[in-house]
């Protein structure tokens, strides 16, 4: 993203009013955009300009400014013990289920670290 006041100017086919999109004027406002056509002034919201890019673009364009990605996920679960050292009974354990969603390849990577792993209750030798 662009830290510094950025001007650029777009030429009208007309030739009668360029049009000036500037970002970063107002240090106070980095989420606004100003839109210069002719001697006519706008303010608008960042956000509102992606809606409008959108709107322009083909599909092929689309999926170029922000590709789609298709991968596998799996649900990983691994269950921890916990021991307490206040407000509960000393040394009382606690069993916290942690469950994360990760891409395939790391699940498997995990897995395979648990079956190798001397430690893990899951190794096979």
């Not at 689309?62 to 050292?85: D, G, L, M, N």
């Amino acid at each position: 993203m662009i830290k510094k006041h950025a001007k650029a100017e777009i030429e009208d086919l007309n030739e009668k009013n360029p049009l000036i999109l500037e970002v970063n004027f107002d240090a106070e406002k980095p989420e606004v955009i100003r839109v210069t056509l002719g001697d006519k002034e706008a303010i608008i919201d960042r956000n509102k300009l992606w809606q409008f890019v959108y709107m322009i673009v083909t599909p092929d364009m689309a999926e170029q400014i922000v590709p789609t990605k298709q991968e596998e996920r799996e649900v990983f679960s691994k269950q921890h013990y916990v021991k307490v050292t206040k407000d509960l009974k000393i040394g009382d354990e606690v069993v916290v289920n942690c469950r994360t969603d990760v891409r395939k390849e790391v699940a498997d990577a995990m897995r395979r670290d648990l079956l190798e792993d001397k430690e893990s209750p899951y190794y096979k030798s």
